[in-house]
């Protein structure tokens, strides 16, 4: 009994916690209960680093802080027991651990986890509320859309790499000129390379603060032809994203269009009917309804053809005089 | 009669106001008309900013407000009144309902409401200028070439959600990172997180004023990393509106392509006559020649080949007794 | 006798100035002449701006001025005279007019009129130089490359119109937005609304120069929105112009495979070896080889098919017993 | 004897050093090796650039350096030695120059040429070192990912020649306005065309150090407009980038099918069960596996038609003596 009763709370715990399909007005208030808590922290976060805020309502902050771990921690504790519920017919612990390993799990532990280090080590406080702001991370769960651009960054991870290997060269380079040409006349500015890289970033990001600038005319010159150099380095990402979103968004069409192909020669789909079975797969995919509608017509036009074909190669016998006719 | 005059009448109004096929001179006059009054308000509202112009013509701008308010109000309530002919079969406080709650409406109330309010409460007159100022919004409904841009940024609405949310994250994360390390030492400029929000948002944003920077080396190698993030994080929109744009076009393409083969199973068109027929679906879609010529002349290729085939199975005798098969 | 003297020189004089396809070492070093020329001019005018430059050199300066104004002017009544062998059939006048209203012919007239306007109205020095250097447009007529970009750019004109639309409509919100909130703060800086465009120009288009900017809270509230807007506007024309350059090289592919298809259908072309014809081709549409090979290769292969299937039909007569076979 | 030894040796070398494919333990050592010591080069180049932490270990900073050089040196030498080896058959003289004529031979030879020239002529120490970071660009040769970027940048020479050009329009253009509006409110800053050049240049690529800014309102008029240009201006390059990776992507597909297609006619691959062969060919072409998927299914969708066709045309007889009939 007891036992059945602890399933039931385990899976009850499961559909709130992990299941997104599953969605009753309490998963939602749950869900809803953990988003706000998430700002609220890290509202609180931002009002205590002033000074004369934190020093007059320390108090509140302090309760506010040990509630929200409680229930982060809480949280955790639950998202980890109920997780087995997954696939129920693996070990229990497998499954745990992998979700523990899981990025999402990682980020909650990181949410609780300077609270309770703070126990035993120090932590300085400023850096402390800093870590506390990894709770912020959390909300990425709740966050679908975030999802496509996180993979087409993740996929183009290859160019973003040359990127970055492409800006350290022109900053050593950049700022190494700038040192050279420029050193002699604000000493205190370009005193060494590495100093001159603060101007090298500024510039070849196309942030320009002016807090350094250079003042020779060969070294403006120099400057001149780095923040040119500046505005096509900055383009690169740009290109980069706008092309793997443009891929991201094919790869998408051929999996649907698959997927399509093969329920048709397993006749477990009717294009023209199963509106609601396209509806699902179009979801699954992740593409809107217009994108979707091509292929679908695509595919219903190619249908049509093939049955005008075996139309015209019905008549395998003359209707006049019953002989085989060659196909 | 006097009815039917009536009914002329508004009918007259709504032609001239709101239908965009019915064009003669005088519809064309009041459109620049209320076009250049609303320059002219905007105009008057930049130059009442500035006190010495604003005391010495008072006078006239009190006027020319006054005479603007007038005019605007007349056209909400001719607008509101003749919108009825839109659609004469349906009741007319529905259809008024409808437009009145349409952006268009809503945008040419707030350009009179302003000085409606003021005969009430006080408003503060510095604001009450700004809020003028939102006249200027009622240029949009002249101007055609908007609407494709904001098709597509309300269609790619989720990505920028995730860059918005991504922005917020890292504003939050460098301005705390930022406070951390710089607080010492400019406690003054960084002196809580919300402040240093400031100089996070001006740098993830590449706009870099250089009012706030870091000074001490280790803030300096943190605000290196941050800016670097910026130009990836500014990359992001203009990626997503390039694939966005390329989007539009596609499913615009499809749309037409669409459209020509129901025609042209119906045999409502023919696709190499109908000049005019294939250019006005081409003006409804909105594709430039260039581009729909292409898939004319896809289509074009189809038909050929497929006479071609009916050509090849035309002279199909039965081999034995010489009689016409049925195709 | 000396006329056609004169048609020889004039047909001569064309050739050299006008007729791009002709190439001896002759008219390439004429070009070469005019460019350095032009850009010696350029030089001239941004050394004569530097006073102590000027003031010491001024002889030499007015020399190299009017010898300049002298072969631009003997370029433009040569163009001017032998553009007429561009179409020898039409009246000479008509061509002519057709050159001078042509953009090239406009650029160049605008090289050289300010030098004769000055005879008779004094212009400002610092003008006058200014004017010269539209002398640098006439660079335009040597760089090819440049054909296709502003193509894209002015195909997308309608897209570009709508972008400055959207950015005058932020500039003057913004500049209200900021001059209500920040004019009490810094009377002497948001004095006016368009005293605060400047601002609103400067952080819109992310330049950020940081010689104004808002101080209070409130006012660095509405600026960081203002801010993050100015990335996604700054984005628009990179999209716009990613998007307008890959339809561009769209529509050149259709051209080419449209070119091909007519030539294949009138046999004037051997798709397999008039590799100078294909070559021909490609380079007039403006294509690389290897894009060109794509659409080569899809025609070999369509013709492949073609032939296969004919292969397939070729037995019209049963090779046993000799009669008809149905096709 | 002593010969073959030598042979064995010589190819020992070579594939150490030069063969990307020969993957040892040691040969990986190797390499690790020699990307460590070139990172120490850089970073000994940007300390010992700090004069106090010069001072203090300049003796062993020359060590480093002289084993640098040496180990360089050593490097150089054993390329140009072993490199014979690529190709047995050819003249070693001749494939040796086609080495040493190579980029990344050049590269070498710049990171340890300006050591030795350092003997004979004496250079100023800060340009020497500058010079020594040359040594960074030898990290290109482990850097596989930034082909493709390069490869897409030099194919887009074209545009980006023609940005360039305009942008230098634009600079002067831009230079020369702001000094005849701007130059009398400030001489001192845009004293003469060139002096303000430095101006135009931080503003078009929306740099905007802010060190130099209009302050005339007839200037801020021009500067707003010029840095509107100058957002469109850089977004010159990421619209071309952009266009230029989609393309690059393209042919590269065309590049697999072609492959494909004619490995299929040599019936030299079976698409269906040929894995690592596929799999090779997509390295070769540097494609994922999702775009390569889309590729092969197309294939074998194909396939299945032809075979389909085949079987429909199989059973062939004549219709009178009933013999079969060549297909």
């Known amino acids: 009994m007891a036992f059945t009763a602890w399933f039931k709370l385990r899976n009850f715990v499961y559909n709130n916690l992990h299941n997104d399909e599953y969605e009753t007005p ?5 869900n809803w209960f953990l988003i706000l808590l998430i700002i609220g922290n890290v509202v609180a976060v931002l009002l205590e680093s002033v000074n004369q805020i934190y020093s007059t309502y320390q108090f509140y902050f302090d309760i506010f802080e040990n509630i929200s771990i409680v229930i982060f921690s809480v949280e955790y504790v639950l998202r980890f027991w109920s997780v087995v519920e997954k696939s129920p017919f693996d070990s229990g612990w497998k499954v745990r651990w992998q979700y523990v390993t899981s990025g999402a799990a990682i980020i909650d532990l990181l949410a609780i986890l300077p609270a309770y280090v703070n126990f035993f080590v120090h932590i300085d406080l400023r850096f402390l509320r800093t870590l506390r702001l990894l709770r912020l991370l959390k909300l990425t769960r709740y966050f679908v859309s975030l999802q496509i651009l996180l993979r087409v960054i993740e996929r183009e991870k290859g160019s973003f790499q040359a990127v970055i290997f492409i800006l350290m060269i022109m900053i050593v380079m950049a700022a190494a000129g700038i040192y050279v040409v420029e050193s002699r006349a604000q000493l ?33 010159f120099l400057g001149a032809l780095i923040t040119i150099l500046g505005v096509g380095l900055a383009a690169l990402p740009a290109g980069i994203l706008a092309n793997g979103l443009a891929n991201e968004l094919e790869l998408r069409k051929q999996q649907l269009e698959l997927k399509f192909r093969d329920l ?31 292929i679908v017509l695509q595919l219903i036009r190619e249908r049509k053809e093939k049955q005008l074909e075996r139309e015209k190669n019905k008549y395998c016998f003359c209707p006049h005089c019953g002989h085989k006719l060659p196909e």
């Open 188 to 220: 205190d500015v370009f005193s060494s390379i590495p100093a001159s890289m603060w101007w090298a970033v500024v510039t070849l990001t196309t942030v320009g603060y002016g807090d350094v600038t250079p003042i020779t005319p060969i070294g403006r």
């Open 264 to 294: 048709l020669e397993n006749c477990e789909i009717d294009i023209i009917d199963d509106e609601e079975k396209i509806e699902n797969i179009r979801k699954d995919v992740g593409l809107s309804t217009e994108q979707t509608q091509d």
């Open 26 to 30: 309490f998963s939602r208030c749950i």
